[in-house]
């Protein structure tokens, strides 16, 4: 059976994964009566709960005698590791861009490293059902982009497609309801290429994937690039620098057949396969034949920019949670994540507690440590902070592309909140529908927890996105967090009639029955100062003020913080607890004498210099 291999890429929420359940359905991959879960392809619970993509994934579909393998990616910019890796395995990619909101930073992200592969796009327009859709002024913003990232010729002459995902049809013309997605299938077809590879000689892949398996232990997936392989053949792993890293027996190979992954015993170049077998084998290895010597290329990810510190949770209601809380499992999990997931770094500190972990951004870092807390695992998470570099003598720093949609009204808003985070304006123009299109190009520091910020003075309307550009000139300081915070300084259960005395404090995170420590966080005072309290005071009863003279407390709903909300609030000297049950913010010197003394050291040294 002829093969096309092909990616999907895409900005975040554009339909890559809703499109590809309506191939799957049509190619005949499930039967007539099978029930399937919407979003198929995301398998996960974090996938299915937050509504994106997270891990690339693989499947196929066979139509008119042609095996199509498809490959599923994320399209937000902080897993564009995942984008980047799989690419290498694929002949063709379908670029979707949304009928309404054009190319976004993360479509002109992935479409160049696909051009940088040499790969010609097809481009489908999705959404054209939508109200707002601007079909023709999309794909000229399309073209734009393409010139824009210096496309050849031939990447340049690309076949438009427009379709609904969601109802499973696709069209050559914009204004023509199609029927079906035959000609997506079709064309696909007729514009990827083969696979580029040489059936006759010795067996190669690269691993461009990782995962673990409770049953196969390590399986790694890429595809063959030479050769055939059969199971139970013994084979070998080579690094980058060919060095050979280890010889095994291939337990299992397993190609993707529909949403299944089916034993086979033996596959083809060509061939987007898992092997099973390998103890120490990783990404970017290449598994071949024993008469191989030279690897096969892999090319260089890009580095990550952003970087937290993962330590042990030493609170006052440590272990009493999570079944993981030594510094050793810890290691071992971050290890065993940066070994599959190449966009994140991680090293040792100067102290064996703590672990520092670099990534492409909070969203990125903040699926990692919400997977670890599911497993069981304990921690402290330090705020984020960007990795700085330093070229001839001068200070660079992390730079990002903002692309915000907003309502006219909030537009000078946007714009005054973004200058002061030390960001440059680009483009303002009118998008349609009463919405101005903002572009920016700002300091990464500068975007740390402004999200949230950025949605309350929008009333929730505003749409923000962002990609890594470069580094530029450091900016300069950026004003921080403006407010202190309410600190609990006794452990136990809060009490209402504490909670409505200190309202008039600052906002609370925390209501009645709630368990705090000493050094914890509880609220947000109103002023710029940090400020000790006290939210496990009772009333005091006596024959004059008895239990019921006064009005039944209400209080106001306390502000309940994400994952990443409260990793992005903490300020430096503050600390994320996070156990299974329970996201804590806390002082990371929980003492208030410590803080006290921390705080005066801090001033001499200031003086000093």
């Not at 272990?319 to 290890?335: C, D, P, Y």
Request: aromatic residues 6%.
């Amino acid at each position: 059976m002829k093969i096309r291999n092909i990616a999907i890429i895409a900005h975040v929420d554009h339909g890559k994964t809703t499109l590809v359940d309506a191939m799957l359905r049509q190619s005949g991959a499930f039967h007539a009566h099978q029930k399937v879960a919407e979003r198929a392809m995301d398998s996960t619970d974090l996938e299915r709960e937050r509504g994106i993509t997270i891990l690339a994934k693989c499947t196929s579909v066979v139509w008119n005698d042609f095996r199509i393998n498809i490959v599923d990616t994320p399209g937000h910019a902080d897993f564009g590791g995942e984008v980047e890796r799989i690419l290498s395995m694929v002949d063709g990619v379908l670029l979707l861009v949304d009928a309404a909101e054009g190319p976004m930073p993360q479509t002109k992200f992935v479409n160049a490293k696909a051009l940088k592969f040499g790969l010609r796009p097809i481009v489908l327009i999705n959404k054209v059902d939508r109200s707002d859709a601007r079909s023709d002024e999309v794909l000229n913003e399309i073209f734009d982009m393409f010139v824009a990232l210096d496309a050849s010729p031939e990447q340049l002459d690309f076949p438009v497609l427009y379709a609904v995902g969601r109802d499973g049809w696709a069209s050559t013309d914009a204004d023509t309801k199609g029927e079906n997605l035959a000609p997506l299938f079709e064309r696909i077809i007729a514009h990827v290429p083969e696979p580029t590879v040489d059936p006759a000689a010795p067996f190669s892949m690269l691993v461009t994937t990782l995962e673990y398996d409770s049953f196969l232990g390590r399986v790694l997936t890429g595809r063959i690039q030479s050769g055939s392989v059969n199971a139970g053949t013994t084979v070998k792993a080579l690094a980058r620098d060919g060095r050979e890293i280890e010889r095994a027996r291939l337990t299992k190979l397993l190609l993707f057949r529909g949403l299944q992954r089916q034993a086979a015993d033996v596959a083809h170049a060509g061939d987007i396969i898992a092997l099973a077998g390998f103890a120490t084998a990783t990404v970017a290895d290449t598994i071949s034949a024993l008469e191989v010597e030279t690897p096969i290329q892999a090319d260089p990810i890009d580095p990550p920019t952003l970087a937290m510190t993962f330590s042990i949770n030493d609170s006052p209601y440590a272990g009493q949670e999570g079944t993981k809380v030594t510094s050793r499992q810890i290691r071992e999990r971050l290890w065993r994540e940066a070994e599959g997931n190449v966009a994140i770094h991680v090293r040792e500190t100067e102290t064996a507690e703590a672990f520092e972990v670099a990534g492409r951004g909070e969203l990125q870092l903040g699926v990692l440590i919400e997977t670890m807390r599911r497993e069981g695992y304990e921690m402290s998470i330090s705020r984020p902070r960007v990795l700085f570099r330093e070229e001839k003598g001068e200070k660079l720093e992390p730079m990002e592309e903002v692309l915000i949609d907003v309502d006219e009204a909030f537009a000078g808003i946007v714009v005054e909140a973004m200058s002061v985070r030390k960001a440059e304006m680009r483009e303002m123009r009118p998008s349609g529908g009463g919405k101005t299109r903002l572009s920016f190009l700002a300091p990464s520091r500068g975007l740390i927890g402004y999200h949230g910020e950025f949605l309350t003075e929008t009333r929730g309307t505003g749409v923000m996105s962002r990609i890594f550009h470069g580094y530029g000139p450091w900016r300069g300081p950026i004003p921080g967090r403006r407010n202190g915070v309410l600190i609990a300084n006794a452990t136990g259960e809060t009490v209402a009639y504490a909670l409505n005395n200190l309202e008039g404090r600052g906002a609370l995170f925390v209501g009645p029955g709630v368990k705090t420590y000493e050094g914890m966080i509880i609220g947000e005072h109103s002023r710029g100062n940090d400020l000790e309290v006290n939210p496990l005071k009772t009333k005091q009863l006596t024959n004059i003020r008895a239990a019921g003279k006064d009005d039944a407390i209400r209080l106001t709903p306390p502000r309940r913080m994400t994952l990443e909300d409260a990793i992005t609030y903490i300020a430096d000297d503050e600390l994320v607890e996070v156990t299974p049950k329970h996201v804590r913010l806390r002082k990371r010197l929980l003492d208030p004498n410590a803080r006290k003394r921390a705080d005066r050291a801090a001033e001499a040294k200031a003086e000093n210099a």
